[in-house]
């Protein structure tokens, strides 16, 4: 502050405003190499691609703050301006201005539609009206997506008891980290029925970096079985394999045809009856009828 005054005396309006902005640059890289170099409050924070996170800086006294600067370290390990407030304008880069939204009354920054690339590290510098040093809070944000629920497709399980080439695959994509395709066998272990294996394949989007991911296996259809695979915690629908339904229903079927064909069978003779007595016996059906009741 003592060589700002001195230059307030001494210099032109003009120039003292210049060499204040220099001053407040020079405060700034002063501040920025304090808090690398003090122990800052750190948070872990995780997000979901697609989601949004939440970074509040950890401050003693909120209200007390002027300015914040949220930055964040890059790939060369620079700090860049991410967002912030001041009571001036503050440029914004095209990649954060519609995808941060800064709280001034909490001291905080909301980062929208993460991808894989927010990953890193962020700091909250802040600055307070009275020049009180100020608690730096630094956030490590891990950025992980969700994978698609599971599909299970099914080749060749058939009813035969030597349906030896019952392919089952699992396939699910969009997720980050890869993950494994695990199997799951309803009240069984299903290493028992396992023939073959594939290799688990893994494939990346280039531009989103996310993963697919698809496993075929093979099994002995001894028995029926319910299966479900599951990637990255994410488990498919349960499929029903290796079932005897269907020669069950073929005879299930078989038993109702029988039953309905007999039955109109009795109908037809018992109309064919009744016509038959109704045109020889006319006028003592209802007498008989009376009679049988
Ligand atoms: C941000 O949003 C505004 C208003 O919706 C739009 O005009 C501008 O082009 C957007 N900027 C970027 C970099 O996407
Ligand atoms: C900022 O945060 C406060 C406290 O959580 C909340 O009440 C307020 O609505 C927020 N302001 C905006 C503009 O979101
Ligand atoms: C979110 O970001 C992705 C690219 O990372 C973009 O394709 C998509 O349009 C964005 N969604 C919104 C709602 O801005
Ligand atoms: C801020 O830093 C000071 C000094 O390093 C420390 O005493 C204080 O507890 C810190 N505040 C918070 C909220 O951690
Ligand atoms: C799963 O199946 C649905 C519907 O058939 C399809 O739209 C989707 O792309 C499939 N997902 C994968 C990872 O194969
Ligand atoms: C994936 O799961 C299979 C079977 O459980 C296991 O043998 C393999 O080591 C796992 N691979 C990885 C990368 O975890
Ligand atoms: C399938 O299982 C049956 C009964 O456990 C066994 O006898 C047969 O050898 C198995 N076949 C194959 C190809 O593993
Ligand atoms: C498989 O699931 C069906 C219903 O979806 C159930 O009726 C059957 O008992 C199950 N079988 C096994 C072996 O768990």
Request: aromatic share 8%; hydrophobic share 40%.
């Amino acid at each position: 502050m003592r060589t700002r005054a001195r230059h307030r005396l001494s210099l032109s309006v003009s120039v003292d405003m210049w060499r204040g902005y220099l001053f407040l640059f020079a405060l700034f890289a002063a501040l920025q190499l304090i808090s690398s170099e003090e122990n800052p409050i750190v948070r872990y924070v995780h997000g979901i691609v697609g989601k949004s996170v939440h970074m509040r800086c950890v401050l003693d006294h909120p209200h007390s703050i002027e300015r914040v600067y949220f930055q964040k370290k890059n790939g060369s390990g620079t700090e860049i301006f991410v967002n912030g407030f001041y009571n001036r304008w503050l440029d914004v880069s095209p990649m954060y201005i519609n995808r941060t939204i800064i709280n001034k009354t909490e001291v905080s920054m909301e980062l929208l539609n993460l991808s894989l690339d927010d990953e890193g590290e962020y700091s909250c510098i802040p600055f307070s009206y009275n020049a009180n040093p100020t608690n730096t809070t630094k956030f490590y944000l891990t950025v992980t997506a969700t994978y698609s629920i599971p599909n299970i497709s099914v080749q060749g399980c058939g009813i035969d008891s030597g349906a030896y080439n019952c392919v089952i695959t699992c396939s699910s994509s969009g997720g980050f980290p890869q993950s494994n395709v695990t199997w799951h066998m309803a009240g069984g272990n299903m290493r028992s029925l396992l023939r073959d294996e594939g290799e688990l394949e893994l494939a990346q989007d280039k531009q989103s970096r996310l993963w697919s991911v698809f496993k075929y296996v093979s099994l002995n259809c001894t028995q029926q079985v319910n299966i479900t695979c599951s990637v990255g915690g994410v488990v498919s629908q349960a499929v029903s394999l290796c079932t005897p339904v269907n020669s069950i229903d073929i005879t299930a079927v078989a038993c109702i045809v029988l039953l309905l064909v007999s039955f109109i069978i009795i109908i037809i003779i018992g109309i064919k009856c009744r016509t038959t007595t109704n045109r020889t016996e006319d006028p003592t059906t209802d007498a008989e009828l009376a009679t049988l009741k």
